[in-house]
C-alpha cells in the first residue's frame, strides 16, 4: 500500500501494520467499531490510506453499519485501490485485538504530536521568540499533544468501587474546620472549590490555613501563589505557627541571633514554631508566569512529586489562558482548573475576588453590610459554573475580627452558613467558641 508521507524517523514498518490492523479488525468484526471510533479520530492515522478507510467507515456508519461493499463505495473519490479492504481483511489475526490495535495507533499519533511540538519550540528559538512565549506555547502544545483516551464501563463497575470503599477519604478528605466539615462532609477529590472575598478579608489567609490542617492531619498539600512571594508566604506561616506579629518577626531576625532567649519567650516560640512546621508536608511555589497553562503544569509536577492530598491556587483572575476577550479568557481558566482537580483526583481550592463595589440586598430590600453574593464574582459567570464548591467571606458589620462564610453553591449537597474568628495579627482563623 501507498501513502505513508513524511514523518519521524521513528516510524516503522509494524506502526502501518498497527493501523491496518485496527481497519482490518473492524471490516471483520463491525461491532468492533464502537470500540475503535471511541479510542480514535481521523487525524492519529499517520498513513493516508489508513485516513482514508477510517473516514471512509465514518461516512458508513452514520447510516448502517460497516460493510466492506459500502466502505469501498465510500473510497471511490480517494487514492485507495478497490483491492486495498480485502488485503487488509487477509492480514489482520484477530479481529479480537482491536481495541489494543486502537489504543497502540493512539499512542503513536501522541508520541507524533509530541515530536512536532518539539521541533516548533526549537524553531521557535532560534527566532529569537520571548522566552516566556516559548515556555508558554510549550505548555499549551504539550497539553494539547496529550488526549487522555475515554473509557466506558458498565455503571456496577464504579457502584462496587464506591461500595468497597475501605475509608471515606477515598472519596473525601476531612477539611479540619468544623463548621465547614458539618456541611460539605469534608472535601470531595477531583473537585474545585472556590474561596471569593473582597480584598483584604483574608481570603489568602484562609487558603493557606486550609492547606496548614490538611498538614496538621498528615497529609501533603501544595500552595500555589501567583501574589505572594516565598518569603512573604514563610513569614505568614511563621507568624501562624508562633503567635509573632509580622515586627516581632523582623525585630528577632534583624536586631539579635535568631533563636537566643529573650524576656518576652519570643525566640522559644520560634523555635517551637519552627519545629511544629518541619514536621509538615506543606510545599510551596510561586509561579513565574500568570499562565493557566503553565501553572497547571507547575501543579502536575508538585502533585506527583509531592504526592499531594490538596492543592491551593492564589487567585484566579491573576491567571491568563490568552484568549484576547477577558470573559472568554477566565472561561477557559476555570475550565482548565476543573480539569486540573480531575486529573490530578484531588480536591482544588482556588481564591476569587469579588466586586469591589457590592450593592447586595435582602428580600426586604435593604442593603446587606458587606455581603457579596456569587453574582458579585469579578470577571465572569464561569467561576460559579465550573466550581463544585463556592465559598463566600465577609466582615461582620460590628467585629472586625469576625468572618462570615457562606457555602453558596455545593454540586454534591446542602449549602449554609459558619462562622470563624480571625486572627488578622496572626493570619490565624480559629472556630467559635460552642
Known amino acids: 500500500m501507498q501513502g505513508q508521507g513524511d514523518g519521524p524517523a521513528w516510524e516503522t514498518e509494524a506502526h502501518q501494520l498497527c493501523e491496518e490492523a485496527v ?10 467499531w464502537v470500540v475503535v471510533a471511541g479510542l480514535l479520530r481521523a487525524e492519529d492515522f499517520h498513513y493516508r490510506h489508513c485516513r482514508d478507510i477510517f473516514q471512509a467507515m465514518e461516512i458508513v456508519t452514520q447510516r448502517t453499519e460497516i460493510d466492506i461493499v459500502l466502505v469501498t463505495a465510500a473510497l471511490r473519490s480517494t487514492e485507495v485501490s478497490p483491492m486495498a479492504l480485502a488485503d487488509l481483511v487477509d492480514r489482520t489475526p484477530w479481529a479480537s485485538n482491536a481495541e489494543s490495535y486502537a489504543k497502540e495507533v493512539a499512542a503513536m499519533a501522541e508520541r507524533r504530536r509530541i515530536d512536532s511540538t518539539g521541533r516548533i519550540l526549537v524553531s521557535e528559538a532560534r527566532q529569537g521568540m520571548p522566552p516566556g512565549d516559548i515556555v508558554d506555547d510549550a505548555v499549551s502544545a504539550l497539553q494539547a499533544a496529550r488526549r487522555d483516551l475515554p473509557v466506558f464501563k458498565p ?23 468544623p463548621g465547614l466539615d458539618k456541611i460539605l462532609g469534608g472535601y470531595r477529590r477531583g473537585s474545585l472549590y472556590t474561596i471569593a472575598a473582597t480584598t483584604s478579608v483574608g481570603k489568602s489567609a484562609l487558603m493557606l490555613e ?8 498528615g497529609r501533603s498539600a501544595g500552595f500555589i501563589s501567583l501574589e505572594l512571594t516565598e518569603l512573604e508566604l514563610a513569614e505568614r506561616v511563621l507568624s501562624r505557627f508562633s503567635r509573632l506579629s509580622t515586627q516581632e518577626l523582623l525585630g528577632i531576625v534583624a536586631l539579635q541571633p535568631p533563636l537566643m ?147 453558596a453553591k455545593n454540586r454534591q449537597g446542602p449549602t449554609g452558613q459558619f462562622d470563624l474568628q480571625f486572627v488578622q495579627k496572626f493570619g490565624h482563623f480559629m472556630e467559635m467558641p460552642s
Not at 471490516?27 to 468492533?32: N, T
Not at 464504579?158 to 474546620?177: A, K, R, W
Open 155 to 177: 455503571i456496577m463497575d464504579p457502584i462496587n468501587q464506591f461500595l468497597s470503599m475501605q475509608s471515606v477519604e477515598d472519596l473525601s478528605i476531612p477539611s479540619g474546620t
Open 210 to 217: 486550609q492547606s496548614i490542617r490538611q498538614c496538621e492531619a
Open 23 to 32: 481497519l482490518g479488525a473492524c471490516l471483520i468484526d463491525p461491532s468492533q
Open 261 to 407: 532567649p529573650d524576656a518576652n519567650g519570643a525566640d522559644d516560640r520560634l523555635s517551637d514554631a519552627i519545629f511544629e512546621i518541619s514536621k509538615m508536608k506543606l510545599h510551596i511555589a510561586v509561579s513565574p508566569t500568570n499562565s493557566v497553562q503553565a501553572v497547571g503544569a507547575l501543579a502536575e509536577r508538585m502533585a506527583d512529586e509531592c504526592k499531594l492530598a490538596f492543592l491551593c491556587i492564589d487567585y484566579v483572575q491573576l491567571l491568563t489562558a490568552g484568549k484576547s476577550n477577558q470573559v472568554e479568557d477566565l472561561t477557559a481558566v476555570t475550565r482548565m482548573l476543573k480539569g486540573l482537580a480531575v486529573r490530578l483526583d484531588i480536591p482544588v481550592m482556588i481564591g476569587a475576588q469579588v466586586n469591589r463595589q457590592i450593592d447586595a440586598r435582602n428580600h426586604q430590600g435593604n442593603k446587606i453590610f458587606g455581603r457579596p453574593q456569587l453574582s458579585h464574582l469579578r470577571g465572569s459567570g464561569s467561576i460559579e459554573q465550573d466550581s463544585d464548591v463556592v465559598l463566600i467571606m465577609w466582615r461582620d458589620e460590628n467585629d472586625a475580627n469576625l468572618r462570615h462564610i457562606e457555602v
